[in-house]
């Protein structure tokens, strides 16, 4: 078998060629590769939810993910949510609501909540915790995550 091979990724819209060992993660290529340091490891185990992408649309957990499978998909990490200059409204509730303490959880935690906004524009608390059940917090208790994501929705559907 080849020591690298070479991929084709797009990642928060941007084309990228990498050449990564065959079974490298998308964790890895992502932070290592590319310096898209945002997404972060902590478990590398899939019980976290600190590395959390989308790809394809889909939240997964990128430290589970071979970064060969990315090839030819659309990868957005925590540094493809902000709108240009500006802050997403999700990334100004948090701020706002103080969603983030240690921040180590938070960029998974604002891909996951924008996917669950995007799926479902007013949740529930219920839906919110269901929503973010795959992304752990050891600080904020959640009450104010969920305070952030209440109000982006809001502001979501008000635009
Ligand atoms: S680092 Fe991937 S789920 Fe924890
Ligand atoms: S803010 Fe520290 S783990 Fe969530």
Known sequence: MADRIDLSLKINGA?????VHPFARLLDVLREELRL????????????????????GRVVNSC?????????????TVEGLAEGENLSSLQAAFLVHNGAQCGFCTPGMLVSATDLIHRCPN????EIR??????LCRCT????????????????AAR
Do not use: M, W
């Not at 084309?15 to 050449?19: A, R, T």
């Not at 340091?37 to 394809?56: D, F, I, Q």
């Open 123 to 126: 949740p529930s608390d219920d």
């Open 15 to 19: 084309d990228h060629s990498v050449s």
């Open 141 to 156: 208790g959640y009450a104010k995550i969920l305070d952030a994501v209440h109000t982006a929705a809001e502001r979501e």
């Open 37 to 56: 340091t945002g997404t972060k490891e902590g478990c590398g185990e899939g019980e976290c939810g600190a590395c959390s992408v989308l790809l394809n």
């Open 64 to 76: 589970l993910v071979p970064a060969v499978q990315a090839q030819g998909a659309e990868v957005v």
């Open 130 to 135: 269901d929503g973010l059940a795959g992304n």
